[in-house]
């Protein structure tokens, strides 16, 4: 059939308009898609805010939570990405308290000090309990083996704790016990990577100076897999309370952090 020179000439008007309409439907799923990712990633924060609020006041009845909106992440696209992969794994970070700073300088402005005043405010915190000359924090919302712990720890201005007297261990372990996690296992920075046999404390580099092992520890038992035991945890093995224990680093469980 032959077509005439208007039927041609309507024909390409209309294939010509179906191009950006068929562009604009991918673009509009394209979008539909990501506005859902969002609002899912979004309903995701406040479910995590809410159950930490909860968990703040079960464990730490003494501070006071004020819920601010997220600030803006600054940095490269991977510094980002690092960054949301360690928020994602606790969900605490979600009350305005004061900041602290120490005297060494060690920025930690994630973290709370109840002897501080009230002047200053800093969003997305973390609850510190000053015992002595150090401020902790209880990494008790997920389990992580000793390098992501060390990890999560630096990644918020801190260091996994290092233990140097009898009352520094007798004190973190009232706090351990009084927040009900005192037959937990929970990581401190001690490691004897460097050689075998010599502990040594990674947050300062210093070898120890005091030790609470449990009977017959260190040992370095070694596993079917080969596994050796190179790193410190506190654990209440047999009733007498968190004593020092070396365990293989893969082993995921909870944590100390400290700032001096």
């Known amino acids: ?3 005439s020179p208007v039927s041609v000439l309507l024909l390409a008007v209309g294939l010509c308009a179906l191009v950006p309409i068929s562009e604009q ?3 509009l799923n394209r979008n539909s898609k990501e506005i859902t990712r969002t609002e899912v990633a979004r309903q995701n924060r406040i ?3 809410i159950l930490a609020q909860y968990l703040q006041k079960k464990l730490f009845p003494h501070l006071t939570p004020v819920t601010t909106e997220a600030p803006p992440v600054a940095g490269n696209s991977a510094e980002q990405d690092t960054g949301e992969a360690l928020d994602s794994d606790e969900s605490e970070q979600i009350s305005s308290h004061v900041s602290y700073d120490d005297e060494e300088g060690n920025d930690c402005s994630n973290c709370v000090d109840d002897s501080l005043g009230s002047n200053t405010i800093n969003r997305w915190t973390m609850p510190l309990l000053k015992l002595g000359e150090k401020r902790y924090y209880l990494g008790i919302f997920f389990k992580a083996n000793w390098y992501k712990s060390a990890q999560y720890c630096r990644y918020h201005g801190m260091h996994l704790a290092s233990i140097s007297s009898q ?3 007798d004190q973190l372990e009232k706090h351990i016990r009084d927040s009900g996690f005192g037959l937990e296992h929970f990581w401190t920075s001690g490691t004897d ?3 075998e046999g010599h502990f040594f404390w ?4 210093r070898p120890l100076t005091f030790t609470n092992w449990n009977a017959g520890e260190p040992n370095n038992f070694r596993y079917e897999n080969g596994e050796e035991e190179h790193c410190l945890e506190l654990w209440n ?3 007498k ?3 020092w224990n070396d365990t293989p680093c893969s082993f995921e469980t909870y944590f100390v952090c400290e700032v001096n």
């Open 1 to 3: 059939m032959t077509m």
């Open 25 to 27: 439907q991918t673009s």
């Open 47 to 49: 479910t995590q805010q």
């Open 167 to 169: 009352q520094e261990n």
């Open 193 to 195: 990577q460097g050689e």
């Open 202 to 205: 990674m947050s300062t580099g």
């Open 237 to 239: 093995r047999d009733g």
């Open 241 to 243: 309370g968190l004593k």
